[in-house]
Nanobody
Framework: QLQLVESGGGLVQPGGSLRLSCAAS????????IGWFRQAPGKERERVSC????????NYVDSVKGRFTVSRDNDKNTVYLQMNSLTPEDTAAYYC????????????????????WGQGTQVTVSS
């Protein structure tokens, strides 16, 4: 069973940065595309970013383009989400999720494509 654990969340001032980590155990992440999602209170879950198994293809929701960067280190079995220029609108619980695929260039944008989910880490952007 693949297990995902997010970390790196916290309280940050507007304009600040955080780096979230998604550490996997149980299986290697080599064959899993990873998605980052977030959900704020009273709002629907939103896709933030996705990355293919090789890391060569990425995808971002428009609201974070140019500010967030997703990357992965398969040797460390970890995926990262670097978040810069944070705004209060980025406040949410952030989740990583994994979807098995044999294809190194695929990523998935729909939450329903993901089988494994972490427990989430809270990001609060406030002055």
């Amino acid at each position: 069973q693949l297990q995902l654990v997010e970390s790196g969340g916290g309280l940050v001032q507007p304009g600040g940065s955080l780096r979230l980590s998604c550490a996997a155990s149980g299986y290697t992440l080599d064959y899993y595309a990873i998605g980052w999602f977030r959900q704020a209170p009273g709002k629907e879950r939103e896709r933030v970013s996705c990355i293919s198994t090789s890391g060569g293809r990425t995808n971002y929701v428009d609201s974070v383009k140019g500010r967030f960067t997703v990357s992965r280190d398969n040797d460390k079995n970890t995926v990262y989400l670097q978040m810069n220029s944070l705004t209060p609108e980025d406040t949410a619980a952030y989740y990583c999720a994994a979807a098995y695929t044999r294809y190194s260039t695929l990523y998935f944008t729909r939450p329903s494509a993901y089988t494994y989910w972490g427990q989430g880490t809270q990001v609060t952007v406030s002055s």
